[in-house]
């Protein structure tokens, strides 16, 4: 198997799709190479975009605090990145940044070059779309238990501290 196809099957993006249907977008993907601390994508980028699948290695998500970063989170393979201007948004709402950590890879998929199938495979984008969603809502479902977790700690409620 090569890399692409492997790694389109560990995403959330694919859980819906049939290796048919994944062959069709496996050559719309373009595979990066990043060594640690290489910057994949960061505020005000030339190409916001993408829609980012971890293949290899680890990013760190970190946002800026003051004059430092803080890491706020590690994407693991099979993770998305850059959902937000994927799907429409503008690019100043973009205020992460993603770092390399150790040799990593990407698979990298423009929204241009996603939006050829709307017309010959709307099925396909549907899928993925939805993919898109049970992955953003995962990711509400985890910052809401942290939220909730940090809460209980401040507050020493629930015997959770």
């Known amino acids: 198997m090569s ?3 492997d790694t389109l099957r560990t995403s959330s993006i694919t ?3 049939n290796d048919a249907e994944m062959h069709i977008i496996e050559g719309l993907f373009e595979v990066q190479d990043f060594k640690t601390g290489d910057i994949i994508v960061q505020p005000k980028d030339t190409q916001p975009d993408n829609l980012y699948i971890l293949a290899h290695g680890d990013i ?3 946002i800026a605090n003051g004059n ?5 989170h590690v994407l693991k393979p099979g993770d998305l990145a850059g959902i937000i201007t994927f799907v429409g948004g503008a690019a100043s709402d973009i205020t992460a940044t993603l770092y390399a950590v150790g040799n990593t890879q990407v698979l990298s998929l423009s929204r241009a070059r996603f939006e ?3 017309n010959s ?3 396909i984008v549907y899928k993925v779309m939805r993919g898109v ?3 953003v809502h995962g990711i509400v479902r985890r910052v809401n238990s942290q939220s909730a977790e940090l809460s209980n700690y401040i507050y020493r409620a629930n015997g959770r501290y």
């Open 3 to 5: 890399l692409v196809m």
């Open 15 to 17: 859980e819906e799709m």
């Open 60 to 62: 760190e998500v970190r």
């Open 68 to 72: 430092e970063e803080s890491t706020i």
């Open 116 to 118: 050829k199938l709307i």
């Open 121 to 123: 495979h709307p099925m």
């Open 133 to 135: 969603v049970r992955n």
